[in-house]
């Protein structure tokens, strides 16, 4: 059934008002809004971010590397709040010109450097320390292969189902039965793989399953874009069930999803992470996204 339909005009304007979760800080535009200068700590790595699932993969990345003895994997996570428009703030600007947390700066070198896309940077902290990227050729291609996967269909999930599912201000049944249809298909090639492999990537824990946990879980634990888990009968995804209680065991993924997390129960919020303390008195529980 068609909703009511729209005839484009022959150039698009940035005039119309979209309405919507986040339509105040959406322009068609790049680069600083504001002067504002990044906060620096001590730490090899200062991490800008925020605990939505991109933001989740970097903080469990960098808490797995911690517990798995790396120390010189230690981080400084700052909150950029997106919905304020910090991610607009020049400092944040220079670390990625496309304005979306995650954003890394490492300075565990001499000459500091940065690294923007949470694909990017899993890739890059596993590359340094050795982790979680098997390096036998036909193992680390498909570990990659799954994580390309992860960072290309995000967006069909978030930008495309999340948005028109609950955060766009009117309801059109187009837009949502595409963007569901996707998200089903998605779930449905996750639970396929997971129905003949203990992991994402064969029997090893890996990267493959650090980037696509903190975008699948939360839809199995039912608390992402409100009634989601219903809608979609995500109780079907009988494998991808497992593998999430499986991953969510985990103590590293638990400090992960609360890293930058500026919401929910003030027990399971971490502002700001600076050292391993900082968790003390946290209730680490699952950690809803924005
Ligand atoms: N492909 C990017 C996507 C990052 C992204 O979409 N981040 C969102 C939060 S989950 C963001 O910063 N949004 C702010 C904005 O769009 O202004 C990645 O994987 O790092």
């Known amino acids: 059934m068609a909703d009511a339909t729209y005839i484009p005009p022959a150039v698009w304007?940035?005039?119309?008002v979209s309405g919507g979760r986040f339509a105040n800080i959406n322009r068609p535009t790049a680069g600083a809004r504001?002067?504002?200068e990044l906060p620096v700590g001590e730490h090899p790595f200062q991490l800008y971010s925020l605990a939505t699932p991109n933001g989740v993969k970097a903080?469990?990345?960098?808490e797995e590397l911690i517990e798995a003895g790396h120390a010189g994997a230690e981080y400084d996570?700052?909150?950029i709040n997106i919905g304020d428009g910090e991610q607009f703030g020049s400092g944040f600007v220079g670390i990625n010109p496309n304005s979306k947390i995650p954003a890394l700066l490492d300075q565990s070198g001499?000459?500091?450097f940065r690294v923007f896309e949470s694909g990017a940077i899993i890739v890059h902290l596993a590359e340094k320390f050795g982790a979680f990227l098997p390096t036998d050729p036909a193992s680390r291609a498909e570990v990659l292969s799954w994580v390309f996967w992860q960072v290309a269909s995000g967006p069909f999930i978030g930008g495309g189902f999340g948005h028109f599912y609950a955060y766009a201000p009117e309801k059109y049944e187009y837009p949502i039965n595409r963007y569901a249809m996707e998200t089903k298909r998605i779930f449905d090639v996750a639970d396929k793989r997971l129905a003949d492999s203990r992991f994402l990537a064969g029997d090893e824990y890996t990267l493959a399953d650090i980037a696509n946990f903190p975008w699948l879980a939360p839809f199995t634990e039912g608390n992402i874009y409100n009634d989601a888990?219903?809608?979609l009968s995500i109780d079907e995804y009988k494998n991808v069930g497992r593998w999430v209680a499986e991953i969510k065991a985990r103590p590293a993924v638990q400090r992960g999803r609360i890293v930058n997390k500026v919401w929910g129960d003030e027990d399971t919020q971490l502002k700001e992470r600076h050292s391993a303390a900082d968790f003390d008195g946290k209730r680490l529980v699952s950690a809803p996204p924005a």
């Open 229 to 231: 888990k219903s809608f």
């Open 110 to 112: 001499p000459a500091p």
């Open 77 to 79: 996570a700052w909150t």
């Open 13 to 16: 304007s940035a005039d119309t």
């Open 59 to 62: 903080t469990i990345m960098l």
């Open 34 to 36: 504001e002067e504002r």
